[in-house]
C-alpha cells in the first residue's frame, strides 16, 4: 500500500509540472517575442515529440510498475506542453514545425536532439534491456532539454516563454533524478 501510494505521489508531483504555479496562459498574438523565443518553442515542440515516442514505447515494454508510471506522467506532461506551444507559436504567425534532424539548428545555437536512429535502437532493444535503454536514452534526450531552456534564460524576452522554460528546466531536472534513482534499482 505505502509504494502504491508513493507512486501515486510522483505521478501527482510530474503532472504538476514539479511546480506551483497554474499552467501558463496563451498570449495574445500581440505579445512581445524574439527570434529566440521562437526558436526556443519550435525545438522544444521537437524535442517533446521525440520524448513522446520514447515513453509511448515504454507503456508497452518497461518492466517495472515506477518505469510505466514514469514514462506516463512524462507523456501526459509532454503532450500538454507541445498545446501550450503550438499555440503560442500559431498566436505570433510563426512556424511551428521545424526539421526533426538532429543537426538542423546546430549553425544557430541548436543542441543536438535524439536522432531517429536513436529511437529506432530503442524500439529494437530486446526486453531485457529495454527498461536500461530507455532510462540511459531518456536521461540524457531531458538533461539536453534542461540546456534548451537556458537559451531563453540567456535571450527570450516573452514572459511566458521564460517561465514554461523554468519549469521545463525543474520538471526535467527532476524527471532526471528519478531515472537516475530507477536505474540504480532504488524507487522512484
Do not use: Y
Not at 518492466?63 to 507541445?82: F, H, N
Amino acid at each position: 500500500m505505502r509504494r502504491i501510494l508513493l507512486l501515486a505521489a510522483v505521478a501527482a508531483l510530474l503532472l504538476s509540472g514539479c511546480s506551483g504555479k497554474p499552467a501558463p496562459e496563451v498570449p495574445a498574438a500581440a505579445s512581445e517575442h524574439n527570434a529566440t523565443d521562437v526558436m526556443f518553442l519550435q525545438m522544444m515542440i521537437t524535442q517533446n515529440q521525440q520524448g513522446l515516442e520514447m515513453t509511448a514505447l515504454a507503456a508497452d515494454r518497461a518492466g517495472r510498475e515506477e518505469v510505466k508510471l514514469l514514462a506516463a506522467a512524462i507523456d501526459t506532461t509532454q503532450r500538454a506542453e507541445v498545446g501550450i506551444m503550438r499555440s503560442w507559436l500559431q498566436g505570433w504567425n510563426e512556424v511551428t514545425a521545424v526539421a526533426p534532424d538532429p543537426g538542423a539548428h546546430a549553425n544557430h545555437g541548436g543542441l543536438p536532439a535524439t536522432g531517429p536512429e536513436q529511437i529506432a535502437a530503442l524500439r529494437d532493444t530486446a526486453d531485457a534491456g529495454f527498461e536500461t535503454a530507455f532510462l540511459s536514452l531518456l536521461t540524457g534526450h531531458q538533461h539536453a532539454a534542461v540546456e534548451m531552456t537556458q537559451l531563453v534564460a540567456a535571450g527570450g524576452v516573452n514572459p511566458e516563454t521564460r517561465d514554461l522554460a523554468q519549469r521545463i528546466k525543474e520538471s526535467r531536472g527532476e524527471q532526471i533524478a528519478q531515472m537516475l534513482r530507477l536505474m540504480n534499482g532504488e524507487s522512484a
